[in-house]
């Protein structure tokens, strides 16, 4: 029988745990490592690098390849050539994974097997990926021709095999002017998706 002495002890202990659901929740909101990423392409990087771990902001302030990490600001340049929008080239984001994971373990060493296994997790998935994307872009218009960077994006005018020339004819495919800007969002998912309709663009 459900009696009120019954109904009260629930009530308790009800209360107790979400004060202690409360409390775990905040302490784990403060203890998140603040990454600000210049935009949602490195920003997404970031996230799958840093997983639960942090908490991606976007500072357009940044350099395009920079972070900054607990205040300090990072170049995570590596080897990259910055072409205009360097990650419309995905090949460029596993090499900015590494720079980022090291950025990382810097911050938080305490953190390293967690980093390392996140990096291992997606960036060996996404390998693939660029694979079955370079096996679209091969049949792309644009291959082995010379074309004006019009609309900034030599980057993935190069991954496509095109070699960009201010002086040539070919200003690329009218569909360059409709793709988007950049990821919708700061998560892997996100630029994932943003990749595809580039190579749907110039497939």
Request: positive net charge.
């Amino acid at each position: 029988m459900f009696t009120r002495r019954s109904w009260l002890r629930v009530v308790a202990v009800g209360t107790c745990t979400l004060a202690s659901t409360s409390a775990t929740t905040a302490w784990a909101a403060a203890d998140l490592l603040e990454i600000a990423a210049a935009d949602n392409a490195v920003g997404a990087i970031v996230a799958a690098e840093g997983g639960a771990a942090v908490k991606v902001v976007i500072d357009p302030r940044l350099g395009p390849a920079e972070i900054r990490v607990a205040g300090a600001t990072v170049d995570v340049t590596g080897n990259i050539l910055l072409k205009s929008r360097f990650l419309d080239d995905p090949r460029n984001a596993t090499k900015l994974g590494a720079n980022i994971r090291k950025a990382l373990v810097a911050a938080r060493p305490d953190l390293k097997d967690t980093f390392e296994a996140n990096h291992k997790a997606w960036a060996q998935p996404f390998a693939r990926r660029i694979l079955a994307w370079n096996t679209t872009l091969a049949r792309s218009s644009v291959r082995g021709q010379r074309v004006v960077d019009v609309h900034s994006r030599a980057a993935l005018l190069v991954w496509a095999g095109a070699t960009v020339d201010p002086k040539a004819a070919a200003r690329g495919p009218a569909a360059l002017a409709r793709l988007p800007q950049a990821p919708a969002a700061p998560a892997l998912a996100s630029y994932i998706a943003y990749i595809e309709a580039l190579v749907t663009a110039l497939a």
